[in-house]
């Protein structure tokens, strides 16, 4: 895990990447409460039986927005930043979904700083360029970049 010990050095790591999280596997179990809390039960997430028959590979789909749902954990997984006083989600842009996640598969959040910019009062706006892969696939699952704003 990469610590930052302030704003200075997160501005400094602008254009690098911080790292990659540890592998999450993602479950049925996972897929069918995620599917519950959005009411996104489209069967290509939770019809098991179905997915065997008429889904290439045979398994059902997480949902897009699952593996996006992970990018707090795995920003927070690669990296620290001293003397916080809170973080705030302000969104994110250019999301793209390259390949499905099949049940049962573990993806990862790869994360580099692409921008960070002094924001009023005592905050600072920081763009994370987010890549997740599936373990062992050709594609990412998802590319996206995910802003923050820090406050000290």
């Not at 997430?45 to 045979?58: F, I, M, N, S, T």
């Not at 390949?99 to 990862?108: D, K, L, N, Q, T």
């Not at 990412?140 to 820090?150: D, S």
Request: proline share 5%; with cysteine.
């Amino acid at each position: 895990m990469k610590i930052f010990n302030g704003f200075d050095d997160i501005k400094a790591a602008v254009g690098k990447e911080i790292g990659a999280s540890e592998w999450v596997e993602i479950t049925q179990d996972r897929i069918n409460r995620f599917a519950e809390a959005t009411c996104d039960e489209q069967w290509i997430h939770v019809d098991q039986e179905r997915a065997k028959r008429e889904l290439p590979g045979g398994r059902t789909i997480a949902h897009g927005l699952l593996s996006l749902s992970l990018a707090p954990m795995f920003i927070r997984s690669v990296m620290g930043l001293k003397g916080l006083r809170n973080t705030l989600n302000y969104g994110a842009d250019r999301i793209r979904y390259l390949s499905p996640v099949p049940a049962g598969s573990r993806i990862r959040g790869r994360i580099t700083i692409a921008e960070a910019e002094d924001v009023p009062p005592e905050g600072l706006r920081v763009n994370y360029h987010m890549v997740i892969e599936i373990e062992g696939g050709q594609r990412p699952a998802c590319v996206a970049e995910l802003i923050a704003l820090h406050y000290r």
